[in-house]
């Protein structure tokens, strides 16, 4: 589960996600800076809950820039690299750009995601590459992979996030073309409408009214989208990044519950495989 769909302060979200069953987190750098303790702090919090992090986000707009723009980036890159570090999450994700700024040369974008997976490879952390569905350049996964692909660096791979794919319409067929050992992390929402007609109204729903795998009017398209992964050999991390302006005015046990019975959908339907019995026992006790 994702921090960013719960309100309240960084201990009570950990609890309130190990209450409904969870092993794992997916943090955001704001849960460090924003502790009241300091990051350090925040670090201990998290070791203490016997949450496993599923990675840290996010690294924004990266890739093709050039001079002090680039160095800024560079700078921001390795402060996130020692967070992600001290939190031992093995993943740091990384969207795709925004920027006006920057080239929209994909041999350049794909020399700067290079450079930022060998900062990395001191800390033994892997980037996660995502097209953003509004992203400048990048905008479909198609194209991340192409980029991962030209990079070809060990330790960078692909992010594959649900609600992009359903709001650019990237057809699923491509999901068969990866290497399933290149993609490094999947993070699962969908949305209450059929589709996101401009950039904006995406962005919109993307930060506002993001609900759980199974809530909303994509279940199909989901559904194959797990399908299709788990049969090309997908074994890596699920995390569920519903961002939602009703979420975080609900109390901590509502919101969890709900992403208690997502997570129990996608298992046990979805993928028809049992929980763990440690999981088992915490979700039917909760």
Known sequence: MDTITLAGPLEAKLEAMAQAGFGQVMLKANDLVGHPQGWKAAVRAVHASGLRGTGFQVLRDFEGLSGHLHRYKVDIAKAMLEMCAALECKVLLACSSTSTHASQDLDRIAADLRKLAMLAIPFGI?????????????????TAWDLVDRADCPNLGLAIDSFHILAARTPLDEIEELDAGRIFLVQLSDFMWQETRTFEERMATARTFRVFPGEGVHTPAIVRLVQKLDSLGYAGDYSFEVFNDDYVQMPLPFVAERARRSALWLAEEVLHRGMPPSAQLKLRTH
Not at 126 to 142: F, K, P, Q
């Open 126 to 142: 892997r980037i996660a590459y995502e097209a953003l569905s509004w992203g400048r350049t990048v905008n479909e996964y198609t």
